[in-house]
């Protein structure tokens, strides 16, 4: 962040640039953005955010705020002032947008929590073919911009590299050099383009390396279009800053505490490219398998019977994306049994119709078939590995429809807790087997971070698998 003060100036509805408002903007605030007006900018009373706001700081020259969310207002009978507190969903520091989510990107950063750690490891020295000399990672990647919903290839070169920061303290100010994340990018992107296709993959693969949510604490943009120029004596903007509801800021005790990887960027150096490049792929070929999968895997404020179904949602969609031929029964058999079985039981036939018109394998199915295309087996401890997938089914079908427990009458104490972490397991090992990495350093990686992470799993290399 540039700044950590809160910007005092005026702000203003695009349609009333004469009718200006004074206020402070905070930014670094736990809560995210907040905008506090010393009188109201929109008398109505409707409960819909505001779209747009412009303004004009003394910290911050031009701001742009989307979607804010009407929060408090304040007010005195005798002075007849009413003040107005609004919540921004996004605040874009250095020029006024007409339509920030249209705006042409060519290059983008990004700082998340502990990313200095992940990018370069302190206590290890090392060389490999993508790090220069100046310390910066780089891997060009080609990605099938599926999730942009767009015809042409999306193509950028991502960079992992450091620039300079400051760090506060309580007897002086640090400098520091920060690692951010880098998109340069061949066609310029809206910024929806970007978030959806650039920022939030990574966001997620970044999450599964650190084994929480990743905390975005940073987020800047450079216009494919020149900005519009400056008021007299303010210095021209480069790029443009951007400030999200969902920021957090970290505390000196988080930038000090030390993580336990599931994999860095040093395990990757080797083959950078290919493992961003795929990682991409992937999240456009099985997104609504990562959607599931990350809105949940390493969050503290679910539910687990929450958290189980949609691992369970996660796994059906993988499969259903990874053997999309796979039918529950031979396709020229189906069509005689939506024929004959009718004719045998005519008073129940539109009830069977409607039961035979799917020709979609069981859940059971699918899984077994998964599990044996692994590149890891993974057990609960002190549980049968071969009743994984039984119990799976049957806890799935209880939470689901209410259905009777047969291999165990009652779900016993944690055991949704342990169905889960080898759920995850599951598929983290699934995850970093389209990284590269071989089966027998899946599971060593994954063994380890059970252990570190109180999962009662484990996890043995596939040999069935190829």
């Known amino acids: 962040m540039k700044t950590k003060d809160p910007a005092e100036g005026e702000f203003w509805l695009p349609e009333a640039p004469a009718e200006r408002v004074p206020g402070t903007l905070f930014l670094a605030e736990e809560e995210g953005p907040r905008l506090r007006l010393l009188r109201m900018l929109a008398e109505d009373r409707d409960l819909n955010p505001i779209p747009v706001i412009l303004g004009s700081t003394f910290g911050l020259n031009h701001v742009t705020l989307i979607d804010c969310f009407r929060s408090l207002e304040e007010g005195s009978s005798l002075l007849e002032i009413r003040r107005q507190t609004l919540l921004p969903s996004r605040v874009f520091s250095g020029a006024h947008l007409a339509e920030p989510a249209a705006a042409p990107i060519k290059r983008a950063w990004a700082r998340f929590n502990y990313l200095d750690q992940w990018v370069s490891r302190p206590t290890t020295d090392w060389t490999g073919p993508n790090l220069k000399d100046n310390g910066e990672f780089a891997a060009e990647i080609r990605i099938d911009a599926k999730p942009l919903e767009t015809a042409r290839m999306a193509q950028a070169t991502i960079h992992f590299d450091r620039r300079l920061g400051t760090s506060e303290s309580s007897a002086r100010l640090e400098i520091s050099y920060e690692c951010h994340v880098r998109w340069e990018l061949v066609a310029p992107l809206t910024l929806d383009e970007l978030m959806l296709g650039m920022l939030f993959p990574f966001r997620d693969l970044y999450s599964m390396a650190l084994g929480v949510p990743a905390e975005l604490h940073a987020f800047e943009f450079k216009p494919a279009s020149e900005l519009p120029a400056p008021p007299s004596g303010v210095a021209p903007v480069r790029s443009i800053e951007v400030f999200l ?222």
């Open 245 to 466: 509801l969902e920021m957090r800021h970290p505390s000196r005790s988080d930038l000090r505490k030390r993580i336990d990887f599931l994999f860095t960027i040093k395990d990757l150096s080797p083959r950078l490219d290919q493992a961003m490049t795929s990682w991409y792929q992937l999240y456009a070929n099985h997104e609504q398998t990562l959607l599931n999968f990350f809105s949940v895997a390493y969050r503290a404020d679910v539910y687990a019977e929450a958290r189980f179904l949609s691992l369970i949602q996660a796994l059906e969609a993988f499969c259903r994306r990874e053997y999309p031929a796979d039918v529950g029964v031979d396709p020229e058999e189906h069509v005689k049994l939506l024929e004959q079985v009718p004719k045998v039981f005519p008073a129940h036939a539109e009830w069977l119709r409607s039961k035979l018109k799917g020709n979609e394998p069981s859940l059971r199915r699918r899984l077994k078939k998964l599990v044996r295309d692994s590149p890891v087996r993974v057990g609960i401890i002190g549980s049968n590995a071969d009743d994984l997938v039984s119990r799976v089914v049957e806890v799935r079908h209880a939470l689901s429809h209410g259905a009777q427990l047969e291999l165990s009458p009652t779900l016993g104490d944690f055991e949704v807790d342990d169905l889960n972490d080898a759920l995850t397991t599951l598929i983290e090992a699934l995850l970093l087997s389209r990284l590269g990495f071989e089966k027998e350093v899946v599971a060593q990686r994954l063994n380890r971070v059970a252990r570190n992470r109180g999962r009662r799993v484990l996890v043995q290399a596939n040999s069935d698998s190829g």
